[in-house]
């Protein structure tokens, strides 16, 4: 759909909307929900998955789009898994290196990133098919609006399930984030349901239920619009 | 001569909506009157406190998805889950308790869904799991029934627990409450007591005089009677509760005859916990349970071995609640496999 836009800044500005919210990888293309669901139990643990998988769709993007030249379609799709599991093991040492605590914390889900479905999805659909800056934007918009959801699911459960909000952030931010947390109430009861993974599901549920009545706001608002202005002409 | 014609439906149903969740509910009244006789004010406080959120929720989403609420809220669909979600619920279950479980129960596991016959899930029942599964120690406060103690604690000190959580002069809530005779076999059997010791032991034989249970047998018996009237009536269908008595029973005699020691008899199933309200009163809601003859059989059989295999080897105290939502996801499948045959169509 960016095809036929050339000027650079509304091409970036069609792929920043497309990846934040039309086509939003966790609450329009569900892809990648199986990190989305069991990791957002926190913020930070959210904002961690969430930059990881950013980091690897820029990277895979970038690097997919500069070798498409020489690539043969008949076996691109191993290719993309390749380059998308180097970069993840990378991410992975790295974070084992500098993010120790919060690498034991989302554990498996992290090698688990290369199965992460919108990862190969934007290597295939938008990346071997566009030049390096606009599929390492696209990589950036679509991981950004991942994170996003990520965060906010994550402090849906938090808030409603523990009462707290970016608990262990030292984890991320080191000794600056151990002030970080903020605690809504001492003796809050806890709402487990929400920590647990149909507080997940039910979560998620909403969120793309508000996303649509968002978007059924905007388009009946737009229809006006037109009908107005269409009357308007016509008189 | 002049003879009347109207088109069809020539047949007149003879019972709506509102008539058939009312007699529902008064075919629970007189299981609800021995429950606050055994539980005290704690039942009542949850019955006031069910219905008025119940219904306020329901009217506050209809406000939202901008349907009539007046002919909702009559209908008697939210006040009759309101009523079970309350019988299910501890005596002792704090205000925000209730008032979770009946949100979620008519907001999440009705409306969410479209309303009274989209739900594929029985509202009451959703509610109670939203709260057991995040508060199970809140869901163990049943008050010591009457017969085991003197009496239940008065007005003043229920109403102070339930709203502000103060208890007593001296006291800790554990005092005036008791787990119920399922949850204590279970715990007594982890700590290597078994059925017969538990139920002879000086500190809890009140607890177990007669079928099943001090207080728990005349409830259940009670259910039982509005449940056989409702059934009477045709308001609910007999195949269920059948189904599932019979399979409660089968079950647990094999397992009791087998193992008497850790096994509870299948009379203390039958008469213990929500046995007979979720065979009569839960099981049978037509939006949920299974809607062809044979169906009906094999959802209300599943009821049952599900309540015994979850009270026995479950985390959980009971398995109504569990073993309702399982079937009823199960519902469309055996429904789908168990279509009648068409009259005059081929045997297949």
Same mark, same amino acid.
């Given at each position: 759909?960016?095809?036929?836009?050339?000027?650079?800044?509304?091409?970036?500005?069609?792929?920043?909307?497309?990846?934040?919210?039309?086509?939003?990888?966790? %609450?329009?293309?569900?892809?990648?929900?199986?990190?989305? %669901?069991?990791?957002?139990?926190?913020?930070?643990?959210?904002?961690?998955?969430?930059?990881?998988?950013?980091?690897?769709?820029?990277?895979?993007?970038?690097?997919?789009?500069?070798?498409?030249?020489?690539?043969?379609?008949?076996?691109?799709?191993?290719?993309?898994?390749?380059?998308?599991?180097?970069?993840?093991?990378?991410?992975?040492?790295?974070?084992?290196?500098?993010?120790?605590?919060?690498?034991?914390?989302?554990?498996?889900?992290?090698?688990?990133?290369?199965?992460?479905?919108?990862?190969?999805?934007?290597?295939?659909?938008?990346?071997?098919?566009?030049? %390096?800056?606009?599929?390492?934007?696209?990589?950036?918009?679509?991981?950004?609006?991942?994170?996003?959801?990520?965060?906010?699911?994550?402090?849906?459960?938090?808030?409603?399930?523990?009462?707290?909000?970016?608990?262990?952030?030292?984890?991320?931010?080191?000794?600056?984030?151990?002030?970080?947390?903020?605690?809504?109430?001492?003796?809050?009861?806890?709402?487990?349901?929400?920590?647990?993974?149909?507080?997940?599901?039910?979560?998620?549920?909403?969120?793309?239920?508000?996303?649509?009545?968002?978007?059924?706001?905007?388009?009946?608002?737009?229809?006006?619009?037109?009908?107005?202005?269409?009357?308007?002409?016509?008189? | 001569?002049?003879?009347?014609?109207?088109?069809?439906?020539?047949?007149?149903?003879?019972?709506?909506?509102?008539?058939?969740?009312?007699?529902?509910?008064?075919?629970?009244?007189?299981?609800?009157?021995?429950?606050?006789?055994?539980?005290?004010?704690?039942?009542?406080?949850?019955?006031?406190?069910?219905?008025?959120?119940?219904?306020?929720?329901?009217?506050?989403?209809?406000?939202?998805?901008?349907?009539?609420?007046?002919?909702?809220?009559?209908?008697?669909?939210?006040?009759?889950?309101?009523?079970?979600?309350?019988?299910?619920?501890?005596?002792?279950?704090?205000?925000?308790?209730?008032?979770?479980?009946?949100?979620?129960?008519?907001?999440?596991?009705?409306?969410?869904?479209?309303?009274?016959?989209?739900?594929?899930?029985?509202?009451?029942?959703?509610?109670?799991?939203?709260?057991?599964?995040?508060?199970?120690?809140?869901?163990?406060?049943?008050?010591?029934?009457?017969?085991?103690?003197?009496?239940?604690?008065?007005?003043?000190?229920?109403?102070?627990?339930?709203?502000?959580?103060?208890?007593?002069?001296?006291?800790?809530?554990?005092?005036?409450?008791?787990?119920?005779?399922?949850?204590?076999?279970?715990?007594?059997?982890?700590?290597?007591?078994?059925?017969?010791?538990?139920?002879?032991?000086?500190?809890?034989?009140?607890?177990?005089?007669?079928?099943?249970?001090?207080?728990?047998?005349?409830?259940?018996?009670?259910?039982?009677?509005?449940?056989?009237?409702?059934?009477?009536?045709?308001?609910?269908?007999?195949?269920?509760?059948?189904?599932?008595?019979?399979?409660?029973?089968?079950?647990?005699?094999?397992?009791?005859?087998?193992?008497?020691?850790?096994?509870?008899?299948?009379?203390?199933?039958?008469?213990?916990?929500?046995?007979?309200?979720?065979?009569?009163?839960?099981?049978?809601?037509?939006?949920?349970?299974?809607?062809?003859?044979?169906?009906?059989?094999?959802?209300?059989?599943?009821?049952?071995?599900?309540?015994?295999?979850?009270?026995?080897?479950?985390?959980?105290?009971?398995?109504?609640?569990?073993?309702?939502?399982?079937?009823?996801?199960?519902?469309?499948?055996?429904?789908?496999?168990?279509?009648?045959?068409?009259?005059?169509?081929?045997?297949?």
């Amino acid at each position: 759909m960016t095809d036929n836009i050339t000027t650079p800044l509304t091409r970036t500005a069609a792929i920043s909307k497309d990846g934040l919210w039309t086509n939003n990888v966790a %609450l329009v293309q569900l892809l990648g929900l199986c990190p989305l %669901l069991a990791v957002t139990g926190t913020v930070i643990n959210g904002l961690g998955l969430g930059i990881a998988t950013m980091m690897t769709l820029v990277l895979s993007n970038s690097i997919v789009s500069l070798i498409r030249p020489w690539l043969k379609s008949e076996i691109r799709i191993p290719i993309f898994v390749l380059v998308i599991a180097s970069i993840v093991t990378t991410i992975e040492l790295i974070m084992n290196a500098w993010f120790h605590d919060l690498y034991l914390v989302l554990g498996i889900f992290i090698p688990l990133i290369v199965t992460n479905c919108s990862i190969i999805a934007r290597a295939e659909a938008f990346a071997s098919k566009n030049n %390096l800056l606009d599929s390492a934007m696209d990589g950036f918009m679509m991981g950004l609006g991942f994170t996003l959801v990520l965060v906010v699911l994550g402090g849906m459960r938090e808030l409603i399930g523990l009462g707290t909000l970016f608990a262990n952030a030292q984890l991320m931010f080191g000794s600056i984030g151990e002030s970080m947390t903020l605690t809504i109430s001492e003796d809050y009861p806890g709402f487990l349901l929400a920590v647990l993974p149909p507080g997940a599901f039910i979560g998620l549920g909403l969120l793309i239920a508000l996303k649509n009545i968002i978007d059924k706001r905007q388009t009946s608002r737009q229809q006006v619009v037109s009908i107005t202005s269409a009357e308007a002409t016509a008189s | 001569m002049l003879f009347k014609h109207s088109p069809s439906p020539h047949i007149k149903q003879e019972i709506n909506v509102h008539d058939m969740m009312f007699m529902v509910i008064y075919a629970l009244i007189p299981g609800t009157l021995s429950s606050v006789y055994f539980f005290g004010w704690g039942v009542l406080f949850n019955l006031t406190i069910a219905i008025s959120v119940c219904l306020l929720t329901e009217a506050v989403i209809l406000k939202i998805r901008r349907r009539e609420i007046y002919p909702v809220l009559q209908d008697g669909s939210a006040l009759l889950t309101a009523c079970l979600l309350a019988l299910a619920l501890p005596a002792l279950a704090p205000w925000w308790l209730t008032t979770i479980a009946s949100i979620s129960a008519i907001a999440v596991a009705k409306q969410l869904y479209g309303g009274l016959g989209f739900n594929p899930f029985n509202p009451a029942m959703v509610g109670y799991i939203v709260v057991m599964i995040s508060f199970p120690l809140e869901m163990t406060l049943w008050t010591t029934p009457m017969g085991v103690a003197d009496g239940w604690p008065d007005f003043s000190t229920t109403f102070n627990w339930v709203f502000f959580g103060e208890t007593p002069y001296a006291e800790t809530i554990d005092s005036i409450s008791m787990a119920t005779p399922i949850d204590l076999i279970k715990t007594q059997l982890n700590q290597l007591h078994d059925v017969t010791e538990t139920r002879h032991s000086t500190e809890y034989s009140a607890l177990f005089s007669g079928l099943s249970g001090t207080g728990w047998q005349w409830i259940n018996i009670l259910f039982l009677a509005g449940g056989i009237w409702l059934v009477k009536k045709g308001v609910a269908d007999w195949r269920i509760p059948t189904a599932f008595i019979l399979a409660l029973v089968f079950i647990s005699n094999i397992f009791a005859v087998a193992d008497y020691s850790t096994n509870s008899s299948p009379l203390f199933h039958l008469f213990s916990g929500g046995t007979m309200l979720c065979a009569f009163f839960i099981a049978t809601d037509p939006v949920t349970a299974s809607t062809t003859p044979r169906g009906r059989w094999i959802y209300g059989a599943g009821i049952g071995v599900l309540v015994y295999v979850i009270r026995n080897w479950g985390g959980y105290p009971d398995g109504i609640a569990f073993a309702i939502i399982l079937m009823n996801i199960a519902a469309p499948l055996i429904d789908y496999y168990t279509q009648p045959k068409v009259y005059g169509g081929l045997d297949r």
